[in-house]
């Protein structure tokens, strides 16, 4: 099975991607991992991809499709991919149908975590971290026990992402809505678009994702 998980940084892409992952043995292709993974292992497609980079340019639609067919390519067939991050246009689109055909593979989904932006906004700019453990709070939906206290390690200092503020978490919601925009419709026609309520409980998106690709 091959499915495109979409949604705004914030929506739980990453945990829903995982339990997929967990659940179905399935591999998450994040564009950003596997470019860096592949600089890092000097393949042909990462040495192409280092160059362009090094000169301070976008990385180029015809070396990220090279990059998805290597990975689809080492994976083997039995295999189904999350495509994250990918793609993001309609160019990109018809690319990966490409990709696909050539390895008689189909893209059976498209899910999207549908999310309320005012709420989204409150939930990423809420969020603090235990500066010690790293265990995760928030202002409004998960307090410590003891205020100022981490509750599994004790440490007295907390911390902040610098992108957690309203800002940033709204133009990144402009963002995606321009990037997601012109792909919808393609996959809209082929009728294999799913929306699912990304606020509720991380249970309940799970529970609705497996409903979709279980129909």
Known sequence: MNIILLGPPGAGKGTQAQRLVERHGMRQLSTGDM???????????GLQAKAVMERGELVSDEIVSALIGEELDAMGSETGAI?????????QAHSLDAILGQRGRTLNHVIELAVDEDA?????????TCANCGKGYHDKFERPQVDGTCDKCGSTEFKRRPDDNEETVRTRMAEYRAKTAPILPIYEARGIVARVDGMADMDQVTAAIEQVIAS
């Open 83 to 91: 495509f994250d991050g990918y793609p993001r246009t309609e160019a």
């Open 120 to 128: 989204l906004v409150e939930r990423i700019t809420g969020r603090f």
């Open 35 to 45: 470019l860096r993974a592949a600089v890092k292992a000097a393949t042909p497609v």
